[in-house]
Structure formats: structure tokens, C-alpha cells
């Protein structure tokens, strides 16, 4: 029996979208590549780029069961979603596997994932699901029900892991996509008085009580990475180094140093686009923020032309992660930012992070190819 393939589906599938997160991959693909290079020709080279290859693949499997289903099917079930990512969360907690000093991974037979990784997307579906069931504008009253479980249990929960660039990520879109469904003028300035009077102290309490010692050193490195140059200023410098050698054209693709020779630290995960930026330089750099500005723009135009408030909540939400992530990844690269080891999407190398993503990036394409009354 030959399987039936909807001319509809062939022909409004936002191709586009899909050609430019191939091309950011790619791009990420070869930067791995050149950034894992042995130091000499006789000794062997990683295979950190066929990994990232073989989760492409699978990445673009799932996207294409993502896109299959409708996209109102995952809202119907935000609630399982979130639930199993809570408890992922919490498990990760008591039986993860610690590395760099996070407890951020689950192993299960010889594979590691991290879980908040699946979450943020999780997380995403029921924060848009349960905002489109709210009138706007959002009261004191409804924002207060919906606080302890939508962000203060899954913040504590990645915070305590710690994984503070996620739980920044997901903090951010709460308050974004609360914004984009509509405040009440009592509640905006209900939140202006307590961050005013209560911002110190909470301040005081997340620096002593949740951040470890190395978070605290990131955060000083950035206000002075010349206060220890050779110690918590050392990734930031040598970053702004990688960069700034790049100068207008680059040092050429396979001709940089700083990652091969060892001095950028997590050339081809954190760090990759500093890695980037000294081979291709500054044109490169622009050709890079283009691909990734259009990819952008296409999510918001998919937000706009949604059909239904979820849909529309839902791609507002994927478009402020993926745009945060850029943001301050490369903001971080460039030491305009704190190191919170924030991965730039499709580029940095990481299994679990390339499947959410492409997703991610699913979803999008779902909502727009069922933007017409006649895919209900």
C-alpha cells in the first residue's frame, strides 16, 4: 500500500524556515569540525561533527512526526507534557549525573540527555495553552494563580541543578508571552513596585542562597575580566581574543587557533561562535546574524498569521527562546554578557539540544501549514 502524501501539506510547508535552520546546522556542522581538529596531522580527530550529523537526522525525524500531527493535539495534552517534565526535573535532581558541576543529565543505557532540555519546549506548550484559555487582560488575581506552578516550581527546580541559563530562558518567556497576551495596568504596576522594593533582596538571596562558587565568578569575570585574567576572566578573554583576530575576512576556514590550539575553552559548544568569528571574521559573522535574523522574522510572521490564540502563543514562545538564546550567546562570546553557558542554537554541539530544537522548529512549521481553514 503506497502511502498518500497531501499535495496541500507539500505545498504550504514553509520550506524556507526548514532551509534555514539546514543552513545554520551546517554552518555549525563544519565550525565543529574545524574547531575539533587535531593538533597534529598524525593524531586522530574527534567525532563530535558525525555526532551532531547523526542528531540532525534524528532531529529531522521527529520534526517531520511534529509536523504531522496537528498542533492542537500537543496543547490538548500541555498538561502530560509538563507534568513528565517536572518529573524529569526532579529526577534528574536525585538520580542525575553530575559534569562541569551541574546535576544536569540522565544516563540510560550508555546515553546521556538533559532533561531540561525536553522541558523548555514542554514548558512552552502549557504556558500557551493554559494563557489562550485567559481574557485579557491578565489580572493581579489570574497572574497569582498561575505563578507557583509556572514559574516558581520549574525556576527552583532548574536553578537547583543549576542551570540558570535555562531558568532565565524560561523566567523570560513567562513574563514575554504574559505581556503579549495582555496586562491589566494593575497588575504592570504591581510588579514595578515589588521588583523596586524587593529587587536587592532577591538579589541578595539568589547570589548567597542558589548561585555556586564558579556562577559567582562568571558574573565577577564579566563585570572585570581583567581582575584575574589567567583564572575566572580566562574563557571571556580568550573568547574576545578568537573574535577580534577574525578582523573583517577572517583568518580562513581550518586557520584558526584559538580553538585547536586549546585556549578557547568549548570551542565547538559554548563558545562556537567565537570559533566561528576568527576564521570567517566579521563578513561571516553578518552573513551568520542574517540566517539568523530571517529565521526570526519568518517564526514572528508564523506567530502572526496563527489561527488560534494557542497557536499564535505558542509560536510567539519558540520565537523568544530561540531568540534569547542567540541573543546571549553571542552577547556572552563577545563578554557583553555573563557566562551562563547558554548554547546558540543549531550551531553549538549537543545531541539533546539539536532534537529539542528541531522540534522546535516542528511546531513552527505545523502552525504555519495549518494557518488555513482548510487544514481544520
Given at each position: 500500500?503506497?502511502?498518500?502524501?497531501?499535495?496541500?501539506?507539500?505545498?504550504?510547508?514553509?520550506?524556507?524556515?526548514?532551509?534555514?535552520?539546514?543552513?545554520?546546522?551546517?554552518?555549525?556542522?563544519?565550525?565543529?569540525?574545524?574547531?575539533?581538529?587535531?593538533?597534529?596531522?598524525?593524531?586522530?580527530?574527534?567525532?563530535?561533527?558525525?555526532?551532531?550529523?547523526?542528531?540532525?537526522?534524528?532531529?529531522?525525524?521527529?520534526?517531520?512526526?511534529?509536523?504531522?500531527?496537528?498542533?492542537?493535539?500537543?496543547?490538548?495534552?500541555?498538561?502530560?507534557?509538563?507534568?513528565?517534565?517536572?518529573?524529569?526535573?526532579?529526577?534528574?535532581?536525585?538520580?542525575?549525573?553530575?559534569?562541569?558541576?551541574?546535576?544536569?543529565?540522565?544516563?540510560?543505557?550508555?546515553?546521556?540527555?538533559?532533561?531540561?532540555?525536553?522541558?523548555?519546549?514542554?514548558?512552552?506548550?502549557?504556558?500557551?495553552?493554559?494563557?489562550?484559555?485567559?481574557?485579557?487582560?491578565?489580572?493581579?488575581?489570574?497572574?497569582?494563580?498561575?505563578?507557583?506552578?509556572?514559574?516558581?516550581?520549574?525556576?527552583?527546580?532548574?536553578?537547583?541543578?543549576?542551570?540558570?541559563?535555562?531558568?532565565?530562558?524560561?523566567?523570560?518567556?513567562?513574563?514575554?508571552?504574559?505581556?503579549?497576551?495582555?496586562?491589566?495596568?494593575?497588575?504592570?504596576?504591581?510588579?514595578?513596585?515589588?521588583?523596586?522594593?524587593?529587587?536587592?533582596?532577591?538579589?541578595?538571596?539568589?547570589?548567597?542562597?542558589?548561585?555556586?562558587?564558579?556562577?559567582?565568578?562568571?558574573?565577577?569575570?564579566?563585570?572585570?575580566?581583567?581582575?584575574?585574567?589567567?583564572?575566572?576572566?580566562?574563557?571571556?578573554?580568550?573568547?574576545?581574543?578568537?573574535?577580534?583576530?577574525?578582523?573583517?575576512?577572517?583568518?580562513?576556514?581550518?586557520?584558526?587557533?584559538q580553538g585547536p590550539l586549546r585556549f578557547l575553552p568549548e570551542?565547538?559548544?559554548?563558545?562556537?561562535?567565537?570559533?566561528?568569528?576568527?576564521?570567517?571574521?566579521?563578513?561571516?559573522?553578518?552573513?551568520?546574524?542574517?540566517?539568523?535574523?530571517?529565521?526570526?522574522?519568518?517564526?514572528?510572521?508564523?506567530?502572526?498569521?496563527?489561527?488560534?490564540?494557542?497557536?499564535?502563543?505558542?509560536?510567539?514562545?519558540?520565537?523568544?527562546?530561540?531568540?534569547?538564546?542567540?541573543?546571549?550567546?553571542?552577547?556572552?562570546?563577545?563578554?557583553?554578557?555573563?557566562?551562563?553557558?547558554?548554547?546558540?542554537?543549531?550551531?553549538?554541539?549537543?545531541?539533546?539540544?539539536?532534537?529539542?530544537?528541531?522540534?522546535?522548529?516542528g511546531l513552527l512549521i505545523n502552525i504555519r501549514l495549518r494557518?488555513?481553514?482548510?487544514?481544520?
Amino acid at each position: 500500500m503506497k502511502m498518500q502524501i497531501d499535495r496541500r501539506h507539500v505545498q504550504n510547508f514553509d520550506w524556507l524556515l526548514l532551509g534555514l535552520v539546514l543552513l545554520a546546522s551546517l554552518i555549525g556542522v563544519i565550525t565543529i569540525f574545524s574547531a575539533t581538529r587535531p593538533l597534529t596531522g598524525s593524531a586522530h580527530h574527534s567525532s563530535f561533527y558525525i555526532k551532531q550529523l547523526a542528531w540532525m537526522f534524528i532531529g529531522l525525524i521527529a520534526m517531520g512526526a511534529v509536523v504531522k500531527i496537528d498542533y492542537r493535539q500537543f496543547g490538548r495534552a500541555a498538561g502530560i507534557f509538563y507534568a513528565i517534565g517536572i518529573l524529569l526535573l526532579v529526577f534528574v535532581l536525585g538520580m542525575g549525573k553530575m559534569g562541569l558541576g551541574a546535576q544536569r543529565w540522565i544516563s540510560i543505557g550508555g546515553i546521556s540527555f538533559q532533561p531540561s532540555e525536553v522541558f523548555r519546549l514542554a514548558y512552552i506548550i502549557m504556558l500557551a495553552r493554559y494563557l489562550s484559555f485567559l481574557k485579557p487582560p491578565i489580572g493581579v488575581r489570574d497572574f497569582l494563580k498561575m505563578l507557583p506552578l509556572l514559574a516558581l516550581l520549574p525556576f527552583g527546580l532548574l536553578v537547583k541543578q543549576p542551570d540558570l541559563g535555562t531558568a532565565t530562558t524560561m523566567g523570560m518567556v513567562f513574563l514575554f508571552l504574559c505581556i503579549a497576551r495582555g496586562m491589566s495596568k494593575k497588575l504592570i504596576t504591581a510588579l514595578l513596585i515589588f521588583g523596586l522594593v524587593s529587587g536587592p533582596f532577591l538579589f541578595d538571596i539568589i547570589w548567597h542562597g542558589f548561585l555556586k562558587g564558579y556562577q559567582r565568578d562568571r558574573i565577577v569575570a564579566f563585570m572585570d575580566p581583567q581582575a584575574d585574567p589567567a583564572g575566572i576572566g580566562y574563557n571571556i578573554t580568550q573568547s574576545k581574543i578568537a573574535i577580534g583576530s577574525g578582523m573583517v575576512l577572517g583568518k580562513g576556514y581550518m586557520k584558526g587557533t584559538q580553538g585547536p590550539l586549546r585556549f578557547l575553552p568549548e570551542n565547538h559548544t559554548d563558545f562556537i561562535f567565537s570559533g566561528f568569528a576568527e576564521e570567517w571574521g566579521f563578513a561571516g559573522c553578518l552573513v551568520l546574524l542574517a540566517i539568523y535574523l530571517a529565521f526570526l522574522l519568518r517564526a514572528l510572521d508564523t506567530a502572526r498569521h496563527a489561527k488560534d490564540d494557542f497557536g499564535a502563543l505558542l509560536a510567539l514562545g519558540l520565537t523568544f527562546m530561540f531568540a534569547f538564546y542567540i541573543f546571549f550567546n553571542i552577547g556572552m562570546a563577545m563578554g557583553m554578557l555573563p557566562v551562563v553557558g547558554i548554547p546558540l542554537p543549531f550551531m553549538s554541539y549537543g545531541g539533546t539540544a539539536v532534537f529539542s530544537n528541531y522540534i522546535a522548529v516542528g511546531l513552527l512549521i505545523n502552525i504555519r501549514l495549518r494557518r488555513f481553514e482548510l487544514f481544520y
